[in-house]
């Protein structure tokens, strides 16, 4: 389980006109939640940052900083992550951050087996996919419904049914 506090919400990509508008990818499930979020940080060692305003463009979100006003001042900023406090962020029943799902042990709900490590977590587009590494091998679980039977983050544990041939070369 991660202890960090602070959680990735959105990375600056570029700058945007010349006032010192910065383009963000938005690292949060909807930009929704990003717009919610009242304390944004560039550095986790300092006081949040103070925004004149937020909008939406396209499929970014535009940030105009207070303390930044020319492009010039804009361009400094671009691939730096933009963090909130996990606690200022809402998560929806049985959802949880990928930070505090990686690291977790992945086990079989039914026979107790350790199939290894979430390494990390990402989208296919159809559904999220699991990294899970053991000393050998890397596998891939589809998460798909009924393959998640329990999180246990406090215990690091996920208990899984997973799809057959998933963890090994048997049908």
Known sequence: MSDNIFLKVGKILNT?????EVKVECLCDSAEDFFGIEKLFLNINENPCEISYMR???NHILIKFEDIGT???AETLKNKY??????DIP?????Y?????????IIDFDSGKKYGMLKDVWNSGASD????VDDKKEYYLPIIPGTIKEVDIKNNKISVCPLKGV???ED
């Open 91 to 95: 998560l929806k029943r049985d959802h």
């Open 16 to 20: 945007h006109g010349i006032k010192g």
């Open 82 to 87: 933009i963090y909130a406090y996990k606690s």
């Open 56 to 58: 939406m463009h396209k």
């Open 167 to 169: 963890f090994s070369d």
């Open 97 to 105: 951050f990928i930070e505090d799902l990686k690291n977790c042990e």
């Open 129 to 132: 996919i699991y990294t899970v």
């Open 71 to 73: 492009r010039a001042q």
